[in-house]
């Protein structure tokens, strides 16, 4: 397989469930983020990695647990989650070394983990 | 801290219409600005890009010029298809990896 992929394409979870959300990418990209799409809002960053070290953590509650075991894989682990955490989970990567300075960084994304709390 | 605003939708236009989606942005220093595009039930796709001022970004019909001046990265495609239809995102990156995306704006055109 190409590109990024994420798995589980839907997933319905109760609020006392814990699940997880996988990521994997054979571009031999160095960076992978997950980003939060909900309606009507712009995505939200939720966290990146670069060579596996998280660098950035956007505010996020602590019951969305990321794990980065491998540059080609991330995982978002859920527990305890709200309705309000409902969403689509954007994972994405990128070649990091390419930005830098100058930001020109382009994202390659996955499918989207579309996730129902009940 | 660095945004990007982006005119709301939807955008409902006729086969063969003019298309413009307005992208604002506010950022310290120089960044690269993006358009990237959602269709239905798949993740972001990058359309376009611009690293510098004046640059002007374009690929499949789309086409966007980064204004300095105005701090905009407007979308126009002189004739849209349906299968234009989807959410367009403006994005900028200003430093090392961190993307910043507007809200979206969805286009729909119909035949």
Known sequence: ETGVTQTPRHLVMGMTNKKSLKCEQHLGHNAMYWYKQSAKKPLELMFVYNFKEQTENNSVPSRFSPECPNSSHLFLHLHTLQPEDSALYLCASSDGTSGGLSGANVLTFGAGSRLTVL | ?111
């Open chain 2, 1 to 111: 801290g660095d945004s990007v605003t982006q005119m709301e939708g939807p955008v409902t236009l006729s086969e063969e219409a003019f298309l413009t989606i307005n992208c604002t942005y506010t950022a310290t220093g120089y960044p690269s600005l993006f358009w990237y595009v959602q269709y239905p039930g798949e993740g972001l796709q990058l359309l376009l890009k611009a690293t510098k001022a004046d640059d002007k970004g374009s690929n499949k019909g789309f086409e966007a010029t980064y204004r300095k001046e105005t701090t905009s990265f407007h979308l126009e495609k002189g004739s849209v298809q349906v299968s234009d239809s989807a959410v367009y995102f403006c994005a900028l990156s200003a430093r090392g990896n961190k993307l910043v995306f507007g809200a979206g704006t969805i286009l729909r055109v119909k035949s």
